[in-house]
């Protein structure tokens, strides 16, 4: 959900103080497509990497007998850290952000192939 949030204000963002919409070429827009993708996988990369940790140290560590879950990850996390949490964050955002480029380019062309160009945000009739 966040990806989809953060690509459309960025693309939105961009069109509306860099490049004309009107009169960009279906290459620029793809561009911008890509861009636009790329800092919104950056934000999902980021907004889920502390989860995606804990749930690695969870499955690789055994917890004790009759230590339930909560308990496992509060103790994990606290192990961790907030710098823990984010451990192999670079990674994950080359792997994560070219990958959400590649989609928002393609889902960008479909959209603009179909006559949607309007962003997901507008829910009524007034955008």
């Given at each position: 959900m966040a990806k989809f949030v953060v690509y459309e204000k960025v693309a939105e963002a961009v069109f509306k103080n860099f490049?004309?919409?009107?009169?960009?070429?279906?290459?620029?827009?793809?561009?911008?497509?890509l861009g636009s993708?790329?800092?919104?996988?950056?934000?999902?990369?980021?907004?889920?990497?502390?989860a995606d940790t804990m749930l690695s140290k969870i499955n690789k560590t055994k917890g004790l007998p009759g230590?339930?879950?909560?308990?496992?990850?509060?103790k994990i996390a606290g192990e961790l850290g907030l710098r823990g949490s984010f451990s192999g964050i670079g990674a994950r955002l080359f792997m994560v952000g070219t990958?959400?480029?590649?989609?928002?380019a393609i889902y960008?062309?479909?959209?603009?192939?179909?006559?949607k160009s309007r962003p997901l945000s507008c829910l009524t009739l007034e955008c």
């Open positions: 490049v004309n919409k009107d009169t960009a070429s279906d290459g620029t827009k793809t561009v911008v497509n993708g790329l800092i919104a996988g950056f934000a999902a990369a980021i907004i889920s990497q502390p230590e339930g879950t909560t308990s496992r990850l509060i990958l959400t480029a590649g989609q928002f960008g062309d479909i959209k603009r192939y179909l006559g």
